[in-house]
Structure formats: C-alpha cells, structure tokens
Nanobody, 118 residues
Framework: QVQLVESGGGLVQPGGSLRLSCLAS????????????MGWYRQAPGKQRESVAV???????NFADSVKGRFAISRDNAKNTVYLQMNRLKPEDTAVYYC????????WGQGTQVTVSS
C-alpha cells in the first residue's frame, strides 16, 4: 500500500523559505520513477485545491504561474522522496500543501500546513 508522508511545513515570515518533503513508502527503494508524475498541490481556506508544482517520471517540471521563479521541485529517487523548495514566500502562499503521486490510481498525502505571516 503506497503512502505519502509530507513534512517540513510550519510558520515562516514573508520573504522566508521552507522546504517540504514527501516520502513515498510501501514501494521498493528507488521506485518513484514508476509514478507518471509526482507533485504538490495546495488548498487555502475557502479555496479549491490547486496544483503548485509537478515533476514527471522523466523529470520535466511544471509550475503554477503564481510560484514560478520562487519554488523548485526535485526528487531523490534513492530516497523515494520529492521535495518542494519554497523561496520568497508570500502571505498568499499560506495553505495546506498536499503531496501527490499519479499511477493507476492517484495517491495523496495527509497534508502539511504552511503559514506565511509576520
């Protein structure tokens, strides 16, 4: 059974940085390339869940316009982990961030809260 576990959320001041991690368990080490894509979504209070950053099985990436130039997505296949490096954070980045993995079925993590506030 695949499970996605996020970590790294928290409270940060505007302009600060955070790195989120998503560990995929229940699969063999070095197997995340088997997912057609992995990525991060977020949902702010009262808003729909939106895609933030996605990395495909071949390493191509896609970002929401609102985070381009500030966020980066990467993965460590050996550790079955995907990362979201978030720089120059803004209050509007405040949301619950969810890890996603696409395969025959879609998998979601439980979410991690990111709050950007002074």
């Amino acid at each position: 059974q695949v499970q996605l576990v996020e970590s790294g959320g928290g409270l940060v001041q505007p302009g600060g940085s955070l790195r989120l991690s998503c560990l995929a368990s229940g699969i063999a080490s070095g197997s995340i390339f088997r997912f057609r894509a992995m990525g991060w979504y977020r949902q702010a209070p009262g808003k729909q869940r939106e895609s933030v950053a996605v990395i495909s099985s071949v390493g191509s990436t896609n970002f929401a316009d609102s985070v381009k130039g500030r966020f980066a997505i990467s993965r460590d296949n050996a550790k079955n982990t995907v990362y979201l490096q978030m720089n120059r954070l803004k209050p509007e980045d405040t949301a619950v961030y969810y890890c996603y993995a696409g395969a025959e079925v879609d998998y979601w993590g439980q979410g991690t809260q990111v709050t950007v506030s002074s």
